[in-house]
């Protein structure tokens, strides 16, 4: 009886301080190092709904060591959960697995593996792969496949057909991965091929990565490429490191880069819909790139103008002309990054709006309009959103 009791309290003390693997406990004879220990937390990326739809922040691409990648599965699962994603899918190269001689490097059972890490971090996997043809065409991910065993491994261009053949069968989500990642070293590999056409035409191809990490590129071929095709708009990170070891997360702002997706709920069926229907943004160091209608739409939701809040006149004393001065505050209640630069109107000449933070605007007073274009952004590859500023009297 007094041994149960006596585990029964140390199974609660174990639970209290962090489970019963956590280590570092006190007694006579040890001392708890603990304080070198991180507490574990989600980062929480605040972007509001936009037109009624959630924002989740995605992942579509990354490696472990089942492909070419550094780290175990589980690794993965903690760095997006602390990274503050909602979805994420592993993608492991089927035509490239180095580790293979000595690990069992079949794909359907990393994601058998997996489940149910993720589901108890309130994260949603998608189970996908990498389709690793040569440059060109290059590589493509799928989303929401079957099971992987079957793939074609002959990565001779004679297959490519048939190896994204396999995917579309199982009714995946393809997406066209860093195209411009061989630009310089393979002549003619950055662009808008035969093959992309015809699977484009045939509503084979859904997607198309803008930018990506691995490959430090954002592809501004791909911009208009996904807007004259109808795809959905992609930065994904293509980690195959620790993420922490690539990102250089001590400066203020940075993450990895994502594709917000605009989904009516938080589910692997709405995930889904929204890439299908091409509802995405992608998200990558400080540019947010997309369809016109769905940044708008994001601007609007982020970014707010208070009413005048004060006005200061100021006389030429050559002239004698008197120039009356309002000042605004805009405000930016999103993690994300909006620099703007005035295209018309007696204003402000440029605003830098960081994440949750607010600036001091200034207009001529009587000015009622400001017209910006918010170059962090892009919604084709030469031109950037525009935006109406619409300035309102306060009550000074
Ligand atoms: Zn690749
Ligand atoms: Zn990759």
């Known amino acids: 009886m007094y041994l149960v009791k006596i585990s029964l309290l140390l199974l609660t003390a174990a639970t209290l301080t962090g489970g019963p693997f956590a280590y570092g406990q006190e007694s006579s004879a040890t001392i708890s190092l ?73 794909p359907d059972r990393l994601y058998e593996s997996i489940a149910n890490t993720v589901q108890s971090k ?49 009714k995946s989500f393809i997406f066209w991965d860093h195209p411009g990642w061989q630009d310089a ?25 803008v930018a990506n990490a691995q490959s430090n590129g954002l592809y501004k071929k791909a911009i208009d490429w996904a807007l004259d095709h109808d795809l959905a708009i992609m930065a994904n990170s293509d980690l195959h490191n620790v993420s922490g070891y690539d990102f250089n997360f001590d400066l203020p702002y940075v993450h990895r880069p994502m594709t917000l997706v605009l989904a009516k709920e ?43 809040l004060h006005s200061t006149s100021y006389t030429n004393k050559s002239t ?16 994300l990054y909006f620099e703007l ?12 709006l960081h994440p949750r933070s607010a600036q001091t605007i200034a207009a001529r007073n009587g000015i009622q309009l400001l017209e910006y274009e918010v170059i ?10 525009k935006v109406d500023i619409h300035l309102k009297k306060g009550n000074k």
């Open 320 to 335: 004698g002309i008197t120039t009356v001065t309002d000042y605004y505050e805009i405000a930016n209640n999103s993690d």
């Open 34 to 106: 603990a304080e070198f220990r991180k507490a574990p937390q989600r980062k929480l990326i605040q972007i509001p709904d936009i037109n009624g739809y959630k924002v989740l922040k995605a992942d579509f691409h990354m490696h472990t060591v089942f492909s070419d990648g550094f780290v175990w599965p589980s690794i993965r699962i903690q760095e997006a959960w602390q990274e503050g994603l909602d979805v994420m899918a592993i993608t492991e190269h089927i035509e490239f697995t180095p580790n293979s001689g000595i690990l069992n490097t079949d």
């Open 122 to 170: 309130n994260l949603i996997l998608i189970k996908g792969a990498e389709i690793t043809r040569k440059t060109p065409p290059g590589h493509f991910n799928a989303l929401f496949v079957g099971e992987l065993a079957g793939y074609e491994r002959d990565q001779s261009n004679a297959m490519d057909a048939i190896a994204i053949k396999r995917a579309h069968d199982q």
């Open 185 to 209: 070293a393979i002549p003619g590999s950055y662009e808008w091929t035969h093959f992309v056409d015809s699977l484009a035409k045939a509503r084979v191809l859904g997607g198309i990565e």
């Open 266 to 308: 938080k589910s692997e069926n709405s995930v889904r819909e929204a890439l299908e229907a091409g509802r995405t943004i992608a998200w990558a160091s400080k540019y947010l790139i997309g369809k016109e209608e769905y940044l708008r739409q994001l601007f609007n939701a982020c970014v707010s103008v208070s009413p005048s």
């Open 376 to 385: 962090s952004t892009f919604v084709r590859s030469d031109q950037h959103l």
């Open 341 to 352: 630069k005035l295209k018309s109107g007696d204003g402000s000449g440029s605003v830098i």
